[in-house]
């Protein structure tokens, strides 16, 4: 009797190939694609039982689901590449509940033609994003389009998390007398890809924040487990975020310009480029909304992690039916700070 | 960061405001009309008005390029883009400018024409240069400030041979706008609408000079002092204009000397005056048509004109009955007059020019200055 023989399989050649239709098309390629790469990098038990989903135990309280696609053009910037920001961005999405991020999904969509060493590149920063974050990227799932039909790449992340006890952090518990606090600098994130997209080059070059927040927010948690509101102003920015959460919880918001604190090399580009950093998008930065007694325990609490050094106290809410956000602005004088009316920069996450 | 903080310093701001305080007569009010978009813009985003006593007023002018484009200019633009299958540039500001029907380059764009966001005129050629199959439209607006470098294109274009681009000229002049303003009935005749003195523009005197201010100030009495557009030029302008008026006087004042000559750029004028000429008029949204305030491409550069090189109509173009944008540009009417500002006219939705560009009054008022309305009580104008 004959021995059937062990099919060779030949590894992917990641630095010369390009993804190809059968990437996408559930026979061996997908197969191989989904062992070489995404298993080997995201290597967890969950992802490697090769189900069509994950299964693991639900703990007892409330948990906490995002969603989120992205888009970003180009897909690498000084800082970081789509694949970390797919990460981080839903980390800090499922944070923002106050909750602890524990697993992720990760859909694809990529582009016939793209450089399957990109792929690899990326997909190499998702991992070590996760791994950082301490959450597990446990379910996902590959499709190829034509060429002309996408952009390269597309990922989208779902994240979950769970909601620690007595914790109660929503954009709607915003209340007269709150402080206001950003956690480091604005607009760093929306002039590193600005800069990248128009081949503007700076003296010093201006890296993107990109980064996962879910340790400073158990930090915050810690230090004042009633901490209102919290949320990451990306899109939009700083001026996107006080205006939703004003609205949401029904008061106004007095911010002092003097305090918001931005780089000054982003200072410059945004005069160059004739933005103003209050609606650039931040990738690693989050905005608290608490009682005026918290808010220096949560300052020091941000100030004490990596991320939150250049932590400030930057205005108050007030009681307005308007919801508006004003500002004092560095000069003297007062201004609303709008929502952003079009699009100051399509395609930033 | 140097040379701009300087200007913006809130000290200073508090020794200027005192000083105006001081100079400005309780007995008397001061109208002074802001030529520039950069200045209202200015005036808006750092709070000027919060500096000035209750008897200065400033009243916003027309000098915002996207606003004075008429309807029928937006319209000629989508049918550019949408009927002559071209690659339509332009800057950023104008896509959402709605023309008739509420049609924008933005909805055109959508509804699959192919318009392009540029952030300038050489991009527009490197475009060209890329798709040597299409042909690429540069939309060209503005004052005397975006004129030089539409020139430059034009005259690379031509020594480059490009035979796929062209320009949809829509230049216009500021000198003009001013005599405009100041000749119309609602100044001259009537007296409803006071202007006691200009700001007079930064940039576009950077290119042109102070100079041609000087026709105004001896003509139509009214003093002029040139501005920079940082909030710091803005109050030491206005210090300026009440002292001239106190005193009488109608003179043109140089406050941005750091950039501003007597003479200009005379390079940039040369520039412009090889490849453009004068139009015998027109017509500006809300001034209606205006003799000799706007420029066309020269004969010699007519293969790049996109007037002749497509067929352009005259369309009137359909704006909105309500919006009062005319108005508003005139210096006769302000935003909160108008009936639809804040409720159908939003910077989301704008029904006029004036509400699209971050440079035009509605705009300004809107997102940087809502916040006054129930707060002033409005002294009625003189």
């Known amino acids: ?349 | 960061m140097k040379f701009v903080d300087e200007f913006r310093d809130r000290e200073l701001a508090q020794n200027l405001a005192t000083a105006i305080a001081a100079a400005a007569r309780p007995d008397r009010d001061y109208y002074i009309m802001e030529f520039c978009g950069g200045h209202t813009h200015a005036i808006f985003r750092y709070g000027v008005q919060d500096f000035l006593p209750a008897n200065v007023h400033l009243v916003h002018g027309p000098g915002c390029p996207v606003c004075v484009l008429p309807v029928g200019r937006i319209d000629n633009a989508v049918e550019l883009a949408c009927d002559n299958d071209v690659i339509l540039c332009t800057y950023g500001d104008l896509l959402r400018v709605p023309g008739s029907n509420g049609m924008s380059l933005l909805r055109a764009k959508a509804e699959g024409a192919d318009v392009r966001m540029v952030y300038s005129c050489l991009d527009a050629l490197t475009i060209a240069a890329e798709n040597p199959k299409r042909e690429v439209v540069f939309f060209a607006i503005g004052f005397e400030t975006t004129t030089p470098p539409t020139a430059v294109a034009l005259k690379s274009a031509k020594a480059q041979g490009f035979t796929n681009f062209s320009v949809f000229c829509n230049h216009v002049l500021t000198p003009a706008a001013i005599t405009n303003i100041l000749e119309s009935p609602e100044v001259r005749n009537l007296g409803t609408v006071a202007l006691d003195g200009f700001i007079g523009p930064a940039h576009v005197s950077a290119v042109i000079g102070s100079q041609p201010f000087e026709f105004f100030a001896e003509e139509y009495q009214r003093p002029v002092v040139i501005a920079g557009f940082e909030p710091l030029d803005v109050m030491q302008s206005v210090l300026m204009l009440i002292r001239q008026m106190n005193d009488g006087r109608a003179e043109v004042e140089n406050e941005y000397t750091r950039v501003v000559t007597r003479e200009g750029n005379v390079k940039a004028q040369a520039l412009v005056a090889e490849v453009f000429e004068l139009r015998a008029a027109f017509e500006w949204r809300g001034l209606g048509l205006v003799p000799y305030s706007a420029l066309r491409i020269k004969e010699e550069f007519a293969e790049f004109d996109a007037e002749k090189r497509f067929s352009v109509s005259s369309s009137v173009g359909k704006e909105n009955k309500a919006c009062e944008c005319g108005a508003i540009l005139r210096g006769v009417k302000k935003p909160t007059d108008c009936k639809i500002f804040g409720t159908v006219c939003t910077p989301e939705s704008p029904m006029g020019s004036c509400m699209v560009s971050s440079e035009g009054a509605c705009a300004a008022y809107y997102t940087f200055g809502r916040f006054r309305e129930e707060e002033r009580q409005e002294t009625p104008r003189k």
């Open chain 1, 1 to 349: 009797m004959t021995q059937a023989r062990k099919p060779y399989v030949r590894p992917i050649d990641f630095e010369n190939r390009r993804v190809d239709l059968t990437h996408g098309s559930g026979g061996r390629a997908m197969a191989q694609l989904i062992e070489e790469l995404f298993e080997k990098e995201f290597d967890n038990s969950l992802l490697s039982q090769r189900n069509d989903q994950a299964v693991f135990e639900v703990l007892a309280g409330r948990m906490a689901m995002t969603t989120d696609g992205f888009v970003i053009s180009p897909h690498f910037f000084p800082g970081g590449n789509i694949g970390s920001l797919a990460v981080h961005g839903t980390v800090n999405d499922v944070a923002m509940a106050g909750a602890k991020p524990l697993y992720l999904s990760v859909g694809m969509i990529l582009e016939e033609g793209y450089p399957l060493a990109d792929l690899k590149k990326i997909v190499q920063s998702m991992a070590a994003a996760a791994r950082e974050a301490g959450v597990m990227i446990v379910t996902g799932d590959t499709k190829v389009v034509e060429k002309g039909s996408g952009d390269g790449i597309f990922i989208t992340t779902t994240g979950v998390g769970v909601v620690p006890e007595g914790v109660e952090v929503s954009a709607d518990r915003a209340m007269p007398g709150d402080k206001v606090l950003v956690s480091g600098s604005m607009g760093d994130h929306g002039v590193a890809i600005m800069s990248k997209r128009e081949n503007l080059t700076f003296e010093t070059e201006i890296e993107s924040d990109c980064a996962s927040l879910n340790g400073m927010v158990e930090k915050i948690i810690a230090a004042a487990p009633g901490v209102h509101v919290l949320r990451d102003p990306t899109r939009g920015g700083l001026a996107a975020v006080l205006n939703e959460i004003a609205l949401q919880s029904g008061v106004g918001v007095k911010v002092r310009e003097a305090d918001v604190p931005v780089r000054q090399e982003v200072h410059g580009a945004c005069e160059l480029l004739g933005l103003d950093p209050m609606y650039v998008a931040n990738e690693g930065k989050l905005v608290a909304f608490c009682a005026a007694e918290d808010a220096d325990n949560i300052l020091a609490a941000m100030q004490a992690d990596p991320l939150g050094r250049n932590a400030a106290i930057i205005g108050e809410v007030i009681e307005d039916s308007r919801n508006f956000v004003q500002m004092e602005t560095a000069f003297g004088g007062m201004r609303i700070v709008d929502w952003l009316a079009g699009e100051q920069l399509p395609r930033i996450c």
